[in-house]
């Protein structure tokens, strides 16, 4: 059995600190993801005038409820998705001109819906080149508040924007939603914002945000469960192969670690407890047919460990992955006809048939990390296999390449 470390969540480091630089007092975050995104989120808070004071387990941040410490800035996002959608917002809610760009990869990514929504509650937003992409200024004012709707079926990152928003706001939001894609993620956020002082109240696609801002509290930081999949899967393709996460169990507030059931439908053996979920490798994949609207971003890692499958794997509803790092849908069916297996594509899904892989294989990363990470699992039974960015893991765990490889020595032999 391996008994594997995981590093912290990443969706859930870039809301704490959001929520701890809108906080009333000092916030400290136990075990904060370190990793190019983050860090990244960091330094943005960091150009607009918070104070984020970092050691290797916690970070501390000191809150400002009425908004950036600065009247200028010029914030470079990186290639985080959660730094250039959730800084701009965060910089609306205070007075002086803000101006935000991304990686030429985050620049492609859409942001119109969100821009859109926040212009609604009058916020001087100006996309200086193309219309719903980066780069962007914001001219705030403070938010008054009010309704507004919004369109969240691209990313549930634009939901996430605007519920931490809303106690900043002067009267609070209603935020009607029209469509939700990867709403777990949403359910991630409520709690959060919960821990923080915040009661949101939902009623059907209706969110309701009161003011009145938000409470510095210290927050741990549970293991990402994205980056878990990869690793509860090289044990669902080894049999005999085990791996237990400890702190993912049944309290987890992430949505993917629902990818444990894929696997149990497929064959493995899964064991969630309160504060540990173990994977086992029992010999046997079952072919599978799956919607994973709300659980996406583990698209990838279904779709590499699918050749091993005793029949065909069809992943379907998500549409959504097509916006983001790359068009996962793609980079997965062509990086598995690479290696020799059939994969077809629709417009929101991908089918793949069972079949044996070849070695030698040199995976294309299109930039993402998760196409690595996912395809890294496939390595395991295809040797010999090699990566034209390996490097890319960065965005969410570094040390993914040394972790992965302790893990083959320990499972695989």
Not at 70 to 86: I, K, N, Q
Not at 129 to 150: I, W
Not at 216 to 229: K, L, Q, R
Request: hydrophobic share 40%; with cysteine; charged share 25%.
């Amino acid at each position: 059995m391996a008994l594997v470390d995981i590093p912290g969540s990443k969706s859930i480091t870039a809301r704490a600190l959001f929520l701890a630089a809108a906080a009333d007092g000092v916030t400290t975050l136990q075990r904060p993801l370190r990793s190019d995104d983050t860090e990244g989120f960091a330094e943005g808070l960091t150009r607009l005038g918070y104070r984020v004071g970092r050691t290797p387990d916690a970070w501390q941040v000191d809150g400002r409820p009425e908004g950036p410490a600065v009247a200028e800035a010029d914030v470079y996002c990186r290639d985080g998705a959660t730094t250039a959608r959730f800084l701009p917002a965060l910089a609306a809610a205070g007075h002086g001109t803000y101006r935000f760009d991304a990686s030429a990869q985050m620049r492609r990514r859409p942001l119109l819906p969100l821009t859109r929504a926040l212009r609604d509650l009058g916020v001087d937003l100006r996309h200086e080149e193309a219309e719903g992409h980066h780069p962007l200024t914001v001219r705030a004012a403070g938010v008054e508040g009010g309704d507004v709707v919004l369109d969240a079926g691209q990313s549930s990152q634009y939901l996430t924007a605007l519920l931490l928003l809303g106690p900043l706001t002067r009267t609070g939001l209603r935020i009607t939603v029209t469509d939700l894609v990867s709403a777990p993620y949403v359910e991630i956020t409520i709690a959060m914002m919960r821990a923080f002082g915040v009661e949101v109240v939902r009623d059907g696609d209706v969110f309701v945000v009161p003011p009145g801002g938000y409470r510095a509290t210290t927050y741990a930081i549970e293991p990402d469960a994205s980056t878990a999949s990869y690793f509860f899967a090289a044990a669902a393709v080894t049999p005999g192969g085990e791996v237990t996460v400890p702190g993912l169990g049944e309290g987890a507030l992430q949505g993917d670690l629902g990818f444990v059931d894929v696997l149990r439908r497929m064959g493995a053996q899964v064991t969630v407890g309160a504060d540990r979920t173990t994977v086992r490798g029992t010999g046997e994949l079952r072919g599978v047919t799956v919607a994973m609207r709300d659980i996406s971003d583990t698209m990838p890692t279904l779709a590499a460990v699918a050749p091993f499958a005793s029949g065909p794997v069809r992943i379907e509803d998500v549409a959504n992955t097509r916006v983001k790092e790359c068009d996962r849908l793609e980079a997965c069916a062509e990086n598995l006809r690479r290696l020799g297996v059939d994969a077809a594509t629709g417009p929101d899904w991908i089918e793949i048939q069972p079949g044996p892989v070849a070695p030698d294989t040199r995976i294309t990363s299109y930039g993402d990390h998760r196409i690595v990470m996912s395809f890294a699992v496939t390595g395991l039974r295809a040797p010999g296999m090699s990566f034209d960015d390996p490097g890319c893991v960065r965005k969410t765990f570094p040390g993914f390449h040394e972790a992965f490889g302790r893990l083959r020595k320990d499972v695989v032999g």
